[in-house]
T-cell receptor, first 114, second 117 residues
Framework: GNSVTQMEGPVTLSEEAFLTINCTYT??????LFWYVQYPGEGLQLLLK?????DKGSNKGFEATYRKETTSFHLEKGSVQVSDSAVYFC?????????????FGAGTRLAVHP | DTEVTQTPKHLVMGMTNKKSLKCEQH?????MYWYKQKAKKPPELMFV???????INESVPSRFSPECPNSSLLNLHLHALQPEDSALYLC????????????????FGPGTRLTVL
């Protein structure tokens, strides 16, 4: 079946450091790929998405490129802020009849210190 | 309106209580989802409704009973829960655009933090 593997955290960085969170997937076909972020005590927010190979999703300084050849969707940010401290989930979408099923990675906790 | 709302925000219940969680969206989405999330874990899918019909039940115990009264509303009825059911319950919704990779992200609500005593 389809699956998503994320690098284990926690990831601890100083403010303005470069961030990479690795995500690889196993899937049949060409699923859409997503990064969701969860701030403490909140639900999940869509951070960015890509729907086909070589698409680059971007939002709030975060970027990820859909790499079919390496089945990867790594999240990057050039300069993190303390406010980026959260849990980040990589996910892929399996389409059903009128709905889609999200397959999540385990999540990576990011802590950014001043 | 691009929001999914959930009530209540927090709920504490005993093992003999009956309670309900409510989820609402006004984005015209025809798919709605219930997830359970334990601490430091990803959300686990429980139920999916598509066009107000139950499409997926991920082998959830019968003490959880979903209901979709109309296209904007999703309930989760709780009865005789166990302490291990304590978790964050998340609701989500998505459009049905069909085809691979077209506008199929899920929009999540803030969740209900449930504690079973």
């Amino acid at each position: 079946g389809n699956s998503v593997t994320q690098m284990e955290g926690p990831v601890t960085l100083s403010e303005e450091a470069f961030l990479t969170i690795n995500c690889t997937y196993t899937a049949t076909g060409y699923p859409s790929l997503f990064w969701y972020v969860q701030y403490p005590g909140e639900g999940l927010q869509l951070l960015l998405k890509a729907t086909k190979a070589d698409d680059k999703g971007s939002n709030k300084g975060f970027e990820a490129t859909y790499r079919k050849e390496t089945t990867s969707f790594h999240l990057e940010k050039g300069s993190v802020q303390v406010s980026d401290s959260a849990v980040y989930f990589c996910a892929l979408s399996e389409l059903g009849g009128g709905y889609n099923k999200l397959i999540f990675g385990a999540g990576t906790r990011l802590a950014v210190h001043p | 309106d691009t929001e999914v709302t959930q009530t209540p925000k927090h709920l504490v219940m005993g093992m003999t209580n009956k309670k309900s969680l409510k989820c609402e969206q006004h984005m015209g989405h025809r798919a709605m989802y219930w997830y359970k999330q334990k601490a430091k874990k990803p959300p686990e899918l429980m139920f999916v409704y598509s066009y107000e019909k139950l499409s997926i039940n991920e082998s959830v115990p019968s003490r959880f009973s979903p209901e979709c009264p109309n296209s904007s509303l999703l309930n989760l009825h709780l009865h005789a829960l166990q302490p291990e059911d304590s978790a964050l319950y998340l609701c989500a919704s998505s459009q049905d655009r069909g085809g691979a990779g077209v506008n199929n992200e899920q929009f999540f609500g803030p969740g209900t933090r449930l504690t079973v005593l």
